[in-house]
């Protein structure tokens, strides 16, 4: 209940890297490195082209557990980066059932974004977003 607000707005987590101090000792300077994806969206916002999860829009998650699980990195190239997660107000508006192929979306038109997975009870455990100005 509580990962529910306004209409059809929701409460989600998105899981991506942090390279800078960020948080670390009560530091709040964001940095500018291009490393840094949790500094640049704080700073500009999300972008579609660089937060994809097969190429289809803005990975979110209704549970912290599967947003830590998508964080993708490779520690050997840059052990600097660490994994953080991102609570984020979500306006769904108009959502598309499943697809087996993501790519089959690519005809569809009148959504705002897509449930990538179904729980329980209806719950939406996975939604990309395909306008990133809806988080």
Excluded: M, W
């Excluded at 190429?55 to 557990?65: A, C, E, H, L, M």
């Excluded at 840059?78 to 959502?95: E, M, Q």
């Amino acid at each position: 209940p509580r990962c529910l607000a306004d209409g059809n707005e929701l409460l989600r987590f998105y899981g991506t890297t942090v390279a800078c101090f960020l948080g670390l000792n009560g530091s709040c300077s964001l940095c500018v490195s291009e490393k840094c994806c949790v500094c640049r969206i704080i700073r500009h916002g999300f972008f579609t082209k660089k937060e994809v999860k097969g190429g289809v829009g803005v990975f979110t998650t209704s549970t912290s557990g599967r947003a830590y699980e998508s964080i993708e990195t490779n520690e050997a190239d840059d052990r600097s980066l660490r994994k953080a997660l991102i609570v984020c107000r979500v306006i769904a508006g108009r959502v598309h059932r499943p697809l087996e192929n993501l790519q089959d979306l690519a005809g569809q038109t009148g959504f705002d974004s897509l449930a990538g997975k179904i729980g329980l009870y209806s719950n939406i455990e996975e939604l990309y977003l395909l306008n990133s100005k809806a988080l």
